[in-house]
């Protein structure tokens, strides 16, 4: 049997240099550890994992902390403890509704061109998707490559093909369950649709409520948006983060909670997409004045049965993206289907690379994971290009 769903998308950063640091970011209040914090700088970023861990290196000794919600931390490698302490920002938002957002969205649009590049472009990325059933991990995959858009962003002149994306993979690592206990194998995303969900979305329509409150004196506005009561099998909500001077959307944070969704069917087997969350993150380059989407990340929960209602599991994936190297001089080489499914691609194993990798670190849980499927004497089907 066969289990789709209803995805968007998210990109990693590659950088090697003579400045590295690995520590944990928390909350100052709780000491609960910061997942996707960004973690950067003028030419190099990550983001931290479920753990709050990274390791980060740059051939810049400069390092921003960053996370919605939290205080921003400028600071140097030197000046960086083990353990990053985050506050939360004590700035008091006052929301008000917005009666004027068609300016504010007409200001975005006529900056599109100055702000984002609406042309082809180079980059390299890293990609790791996780797949849990039940609330256990069944699956890991990671994906290192170099990638060739068409565009970041599309318009009305531009009508997406599946040839917009150029992919040639240069690492990958994966081990996951081939099927479930009852004989499900659930379908990842391919590459087209991770790129083609991760690109800003209008929520500013008729259906929607929204709030516009300033921040970070002014120089940043969030624009939040909820969907109207009378949408009652739906509820999305979320906002964006634009930048006030050059009226760039630089992150998009959004919920879909589905009501009474519909079961889709594959034979015996009945399925439905219960909640979706989606961030992305775009940071302007020095280099171009252009924003490329920095890092990503979405999580899709969905519920799965059969006819008779004899059990009810529920699968949870999630997907990080990054990028650098934005509109980098080098050759992509495509080596890969960007229309297959992601897990059913083939790819060498390199030992080497997997042992110094540090942009996104393995959790704990995932390590411990990775160990155990490669026992022989597991008793379900393991797919993994991992040779012991």
Do not use: C
């Not at 069944?138 to 970041?152: A, P, S, V």
């Not at 206990?181 to 800003?200: G, H, K, R, S």
């Not at 906002?239 to 998009?252: C, P």
Request: charged fraction near 25%.
């Amino acid at each position: 049997m066969k289990v789709s769903f209803f995805t968007f998308i998210l990109f990693s950063i590659f950088g090697y240099s003579q400045n590295t640091l690995k520590a944990i970011v928390v909350d100052n209040v709780d000491n609960s550890p910061l997942e996707f914090v960004g973690i950067f700088n003028t030419e190099d970023h990550t983001v931290t994992n479920e753990d709050g861990r990274f390791q980060f290196s740059s051939s810049l000794d400069s390092i921003t902390i960053y996370l919605v919600g939290y205080d921003k931390i400028r600071t140097t490698f030197q000046k960086v403890s083990d353990t990053v302490y985050l506050n939360k920002s004590v700035l008091k938002l006052n929301e008000v509704t917005v009666t004027n957002q068609k300016t504010l969205w007409q200001k975005i649009g006529d900056s599109i061109r100055s702000n984002y590049p609406i042309y082809p472009y180079k980059e390299r990325f890293f990609l790791r998707g996780v797949l849990r059933y039940n609330g256990e991990i069944t699956r890991i995959q990671d994906i290192q490559g170099k990638l060739e858009r068409r565009t970041l962003l599309y318009t009305k002149d531009i009508v997406p093909s599946t040839k917009d994306f150029k992919v040639e993979l240069t690492n990958m690592r994966k081990v996951g369950l081939a099927k479930d206990e009852n004989q499900v194998y659930f379908i990842f995303e391919t590459f087209y649709e991770l790129f083609m969900n991760f690109t800003p979305i209008n929520a500013t329509g008729d259906a929607f409520n929204l709030t516009e409150s300033t921040f970070e004196n002014e120089r940043k506005t969030k624009l939040g948006f909820h969907t109207k009561p009378e949408f009652i099998n739906e509820e999305v909500k979320g906002h964006y983060i634009i930048n006030n001077t050059n009226n760039a959307i630089e992150r998009i944070y959004m919920t879909i909670r589905y009501k009474n969704n519909p079961y889709n069917k594959d034979g015996d087997t009945r399925f439905r997409t219960v909640t979706i969350e989606k961030e992305m993150a775009l940071s302007k380059s020095s280099n171009t004045n252009k924003y490329y989407l920095a890092n990503a990340k979405y999580e899709v929960k969905v519920e799965i049965t059969d006819d008779q209602n004899s059990y009810t599991s529920f699968y949870d994936v999630s997907f990080i993206l990054t990028t650098t190297d934005n509109e980098g001089s080098f050759e992509v080489k495509k080596n890969v289907n960007a229309t297959k499914d992601l897990f059913k691609i083939n790819y060498p194993y390199d030992q080497n690379f997997w042992k110094g990798q540090n942009q996104l670190l393995l959790t704990e849980e995932m390590s411990n994971f990775i160990e155990n499927a490669q026992d022989p004497n597991n008793e379900f089907k393991v797919k993994s290009n991992i040779k012991n």
